[in-house]
């Protein structure tokens, strides 16, 4: 079945290490999207893909950076984590029938 | 910028009473209008959506409105359920746009006591 698939689902890591969030959609979508949300907050937008080589910083200011390589795939990395950075991140993709959410990781930095 | 404003931020309703949450949007080039449900833990979900040549549409308890002239969109749940319970959240985006990116509301907290 088609979906966007997020790992890890929790993540808790130590301050000042290196960290990829993992996407992958199966859905043949070229737009994707991050998203950082603290629980049941808005959704804060932080970078955007709208096909292969193409990335854009969203509305939100982060100190994270994101790849698209391939279609399927969109990872955001932390070079160095820090407690403030701890949070929900939810990976997206669009089509014509809206977004599809993945199941987001929840990072906590120590 | 493009903004939307989504009121109220929460709302709380006896079970089979109906709730209606609104919003405004400031891009006049909006012409597509979702919903997304969040479960606590879970991911946001799109339960309904309308486009900027209609003016209405249901889905059998739920029913999206939009008023271009005004700016603003509603949605409207009848006979809630207490798993209606939920965060809800609005958005709007162009969708002749090349990012596709989806402008969201702040998001509403519903609560349907039983």
């Known amino acids: 079945e088609a979906d966007i698939y997020q790992t890890p689902r929790y993540l808790v890591i130590g301050t000042g290490k290196k960290i990829t969030l993992e996407c992958s959609q199966t859905m043949g979508h070229d737009k994707m999207y991050w998203y950082q949300q603290d629980p049941g907050m808005e959704l804060h937008l932080i970078h955007y893909?709208?096909?292969?080589?193409?990335?854009e910083k969203g509305d939100l200011s982060s100190e994270s950076t994101v790849s698209r390589i391939r279609t399927e795939h969109f990872p955001l990395t932390l070079e160095s984590a820090r407690p403030s950075h701890t949070s929900q991140y939810l990976c997206a993709s669009g089509g014509i029938g809206g977004y599809t959410f993945g199941s987001g990781t929840r990072l906590t930095v120590v | 910028g493009e903004n939307v404003e989504q009121h109220p931020s929460t709302l709380s309703v006896q079970e089979g009473d109906s709730a209606v949450i609104k919003c405004t949007y400031s891009?006049?080039?909006?012409?597509?209008f979702p919903w997304y449900k969040q479960e606590l833990g879970k991911r946001p979900q799109l339960i309904i959506d309308?486009?900027?040549?209609?003016g209405e549409k249901k889905d059998q308890r739920i029913a999206v409105t939009l008023n271009k002239t005004a700016k603003h969109f509603s949605l409207h749940i009848t006979e809630t359920q207490p798993e209606d319970s939920a965060v809800y959240f609005c958005a709007a985006s162009n969708k002749r746009s090349n990012t596709g990116k989806l402008i969201f509301g702040q998001g509403t907290t519903l609560q349907v006591k039983p």
């Open positions: 309308i486009r900027s040549n209609v």
């Open positions: 893909s709208y096909g292969v080589n193409s990335t």
């Open positions: 891009d006049s080039a909006s012409n597509y």
